[in-house]
């Protein structure tokens, strides 16, 4: 009976080890994205966390997403659906540019 619940344990656990994969961090420090480009898969999730004693936003140069305002410590998400290339900035600093790369 143990190894039958040891082995649907791993089971269960695998999709939501699968998703962290898929998952990519971005922290914004200094007036910078780091990094500032990144290649995640066809649905995967971008998380920006604002680590920056300013607040920010993070802003699609195509306009397919844009954050709120990101305090200290806030974070914001994107889950990419479609495969290509985009490029963001900070809606408050423009100068603050990062790219991402999503691949099929």
């Known amino acids: 009976m143990r ?4 082995a649907l344990s791993i089971v269960i656990a695998l999709p939501s080890l699968c998703q962290a994969a898929d998952t990519v961090e971005v922290h914004i420090d200094n007036f910078t994205f780091v990094p500032a480009t990144i290649t995640v898969p066809k649905g995967g999730t971008v998380v920006w966390s604002n680590r920056d004693d300013m607040v920010h936003s993070v802003v699609a ?3 397919s997403f844009k ?11 994107h ?6 290339e985009v490029t963001y900035f900070c ?9 991402i790369v999503v691949k099929p």
């Open 3 to 6: 190894p039958l619940l040891a």
């Open 61 to 63: 140069s195509d306009a």
């Open 67 to 77: 954050s709120a305002p990101l305090d200290t410590d806030d974070r914001y998400s």
């Open 79 to 84: 889950t990419f659906t479609e495969a290509g």
């Open 91 to 99: 809606g408050l600093h423009p100068q603050m540019i990062g790219h």
